[in-house]
């Protein structure tokens, strides 16, 4: 099993516990309660990866012929650093806007590939970042402002943030919602956290965007 998988696996189990007990202290359209200890419930199998294409948005990054595509932080090193998903398919070749530094080789990019939810398979050229034009995705919100208190939504960011640790790829809030960023969910997680905190409180958000 790949580390990024482990990664995914734990984040879940984590996660698991943080809804069953938020579950609990929190019903539906109110704000979660700040808890300490609860019961894994979740199937961490139970998402689904993308059947098609997903293109994806980073870092590409080569440590002596072992590449990822890093999605979420990477370290402002020289060269840089980060923990990603491992890519399979993935050659300099023909593509601009790379550096390297002993037998580290990155650039960002916009990758097109598969993923099976443990590694990404790329299947068409990819896209220097400084080029590409992304499609805004849609508002989950609707533009709609949130109504739960900053700390309620404090509290339930630090306990999401402890609890998924690196499976989260950024953790923030905005506009009155808790927003998590992971690297995929067909909508398991976000009906999860619905169930736990009532809908409109936390908002699941995913890194690779379907194509087709």
């Not at 189990?13 to 579950?23: D, R």
């Not at 199937?43 to 979420?72: F, K, Y």
């Not at 993923?115 to 400084?130: F, N, S």
């Amino acid at each position: 099993m790949s580390t990024s998988h482990r990664r995914m696996l734990l984040a879940a189990a984590a996660l698991a516990g943080v809804l069953c007990v938020a579950g609990c202290a929190a019903g539906p359209g109110s704000s979660p309660a700040p808890t300490s200890s609860g019961s894994p419930t979740w199937d961490s199998g139970a998402v689904v990866p993308p059947e098609g294409r997903v293109i994806g948005t980073g870092t590409v990054l080569d440590v002596a012929g072992e590449t990822q595509l890093c999605l979420g932080a990477v370290a402002e090193s020289y060269p840089p650093q980060c923990s990603g998903i491992p890519l399979d398919g993935w050659t300099w070749d023909g593509v601009d806007g790379s550096e390297t530094s002993g037998d580290v080789t990155w650039g960002t990019y916009a990758v097109y590939g598969t993923y099976d939810g443990e590694r990404y398979t790329v299947t068409d050229p990819p896209i220097m970042l400084a080029l590409y034009d992304p499609v805004r995705p849609d508002d989950p919100a609707g533009g709609i402002e949130g109504t739960s208190s900053d700390a309620d939504l404090a509290r339930a960011q630090d306990k999401l943030g402890a609890s998924l640790g690196d499976g989260a790829l950024t953790l923030w809030t905005d506009r009155g919602y808790v927003w998590v960023q992971v690297v995929w969910d067909d909508g398991t997680l976000q009906a999860a956290v619905d169930a736990a905190y009532g809908e409109g409180v936390v908002f699941v958000t995913s890194a690779l965007r379907e194509i087709d």
